[in-house]
């Protein structure tokens, strides 16, 4: 390989080292707790979650042998597609490897070059990187904004065949959602295609903790729900929901990151199916969580976004971000820190996930560290 070819690398890369916003995998100290994960239930080491793992790899292998449409498709995938599409009230459905690849597909297949697609200005980047590569326009609504999403629908609805809005339910790194009945609201007014993800929402909010959509009841009206199985499911992998058998079948039929990758193994849908029926009555643990985070946001004079688990302290400069971090990691506790280009510039925050293994006494530990940044 040519010199050149590495010297560019390593120059893209030593741009990123002065910024300070180097990234690296690494292996992080035993912590006292992690607070980094999005294990919201803590399920990944839950006894009956292992069980469902083992006996799904007993009974089925170790992997899923081939891809969904050979013969990669088992009997398990279609056991949890069934628990999936029950929980989130859509009639049909499918499972991806990731949540990543279920965004990528939703976005790059589903909107054709006659469509709009109307995104929230900070929505994971597994769509907004899909946003660039299909071939439908799109355009960024302020985030949260839907009277700025009205203004764009005003401008635009009658200059595409149709038109797609695309959000998080909880987002991954603000832990605030949008006003999803004003959302629907828009929608009877507008009729766009309403893609909601859930990835953070689900197992946190609702009555079943079916997600944002069932708490806010407009469950019905979402048209795409998508999801993935690596947060509270404890697992890997991801699903995408609807009532439109047409949409899943377009899905099915045209979505290479569905169609030649090697399907989901038995352990990850054996593990995420036990898992969705414990979250199911997982009443008092969704209470707790919620309650402590409510109390953790009030202390650090943060909204109380209905106790959404994900909190950010905005720190802003990046080098100090890391500095904060290293100090709770010598403490035993680990926090994400959040640099550009995941959140935008001048926001690098500690990311705190919060979960129900953390107890008043932590939280209490945490909120004199971090004293100095509570809000004014
Ligand atoms: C909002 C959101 N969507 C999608 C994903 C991707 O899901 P997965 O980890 O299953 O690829 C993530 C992961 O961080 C996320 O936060």
């Not at 390593?10 to 607070?35: A, G, Q, T, W």
């Not at 005003?154 to 809005?165: G, K, Q, R, S, W």
């Not at 890997?236 to 079948?249: E, H």
Request: hydrophobic letters at 40%; proline letters at 4%.
């Amino acid at each position: 390989m040519s010199e050149h070819f590495f010297n560019r690398l390593e120059d893209e890369l030593n741009s990123s080292r002065n910024k300070h916003l180097f990234r690296e995998v690494r292996l992080y100290p035993e912590c006292r707790i992690n607070l980094c994960s999005n294990d919201y239930f803590q399920l990944r080491h839950d006894p009956r979650v292992i069980t469902g793992a083992k006996e799904a790899c007993e009974k089925y292998g170790t992997g899923s042998g081939a891809s969904p449409l050979l013969s990669g498709f088992l009997p398990c995938h279609q056991s949890l597609l069934d628990q999936l599409k029950k929980w989130k009230h859509k009639s049909f459905g499918m499972l991806f490897n990731a949540g990543f690849l279920a965004n990528q597909a939703v976005l790059k297949h589903l909107p054709c070059k006659n469509d709009l697609i109307l995104a929230d200005k900070l929505i994971h980047h597994s769509m907004a990187q899909a946003l660039t590569q299909g071939s439908a326009r799109f355009k960024r609504y302020h985030h949260l904004d839907l009277d700025h999403l009205q203004e764009l629908l005003d401008a635009h609805c009658d200059e595409y065949e149709t038109i797609f809005v695309v959000t998080e339910s909880v987002f991954s790194m603000d832990g605030d959602y949008p006003d999803l009945k004003k959302l629907v609201e828009l929608k009877k007014q507008y009729s766009f295609i309403l893609i909601l993800d859930e990835a953070h929402g689900t197992g946190v909010f609702g009555a079943t903790g079916a997600g944002l959509a069932e708490e806010m009841q407009v469950q019905d009206q979402v048209d795409i729900i998508i999801g993935t199985l690596g947060k509270s499911l404890a697992s890997m992998g991801a699903y995408v929901l609807s009532n439109s058998s047409t949409v899943i079948n377009y899905l099915v039929n045209r979505a290479g990151e569905f169609i030649y990758s090697t399907f989901l193994s038995p352990a990850q849908v054996g593990s995420a199916e036990i898992a969705l029926g414990i979250l199911k009555s997982a009443e008092t643990d969704r209470k707790y969580l919620r309650e402590i985070a409510i109390n953790f946001r009030k202390t650090m004079k943060l909204k109380v976004q209905k106790g959404t688990p994900i909190v950010p302290i905005l720190i802003g400069d990046p080098v100090k971000t890391l500095e904060l971090r290293n100090t709770l990691l010598q403490q035993g506790i680990m926090v994400g820190a959040i640099r550009p280009p995941t959140v935008p510039p001048q926001t690098s925050r500690l990311r705190i996930s919060l979960h129900t293994g953390v107890n008043r006494q932590t939280l209490e530990e945490l909120e004199g560290i971090l004293e100095p940044w509570i809000t004014p």
